[in-house]
């Protein structure tokens, strides 16, 4: 099992930053691929951004590339997503998601979330 844990979401106004960041523990799995879902009332959850544990592939979605930076740590436990340049549309509940494969914009391809952590931006 492993289990995550999203902090950092909040309130913001229209063009500043957030910072999120998502812990892991309790692995049973030699590597990760980590990714950030996120799903606005009436929609879907879509794709943010994804890494791997090891190897630096990182894929994002177009909607937030160049605005949104996807991290980890050196010791692997623990994922950031730095957030800036906010928008009203980027309000959602973000989650953090985990999967042994590489990085996909599916999230049945994944196999352990966290929570969420709600990310409003204000006009």
């Known amino acids: 099992q492993v289990q995550l844990v999203e902090s950092g979401g909040g309130l913001v106004q229209a063009g500043g930053s957030l910072r999120l960041s998502c812990a892991a523990s309790?692995?049973?799995?030699?590597?990760?691929?980590m990714g950030w879902f996120r799903q606005a009332p009436g929609k879907e959850r879509e794709f943010v951004a994804g890494i791997r544990w090891s190897g630096s592939l990182i894929r994002y979605a177009d909607s937030v590339k160049g605005r949104f930076t996807i991290s980890r740590d050196n010791a692997k436990d623990t994922v950031d997503l730095q957030m800036n340049s906010l928008k009203p549309e980027d309000t959602a509940v973000y989650t953090c998601a985990a999967r042994t494969g590489l990085p996909s914009i599916r999230p049945n391809d994944y196999d352990y979330w966290g929570q969420g952590t709600q990310v409003t931006v204000s006009s």
């Open positions: 309790g692995r049973t799995f030699s590597s990760y691929t």
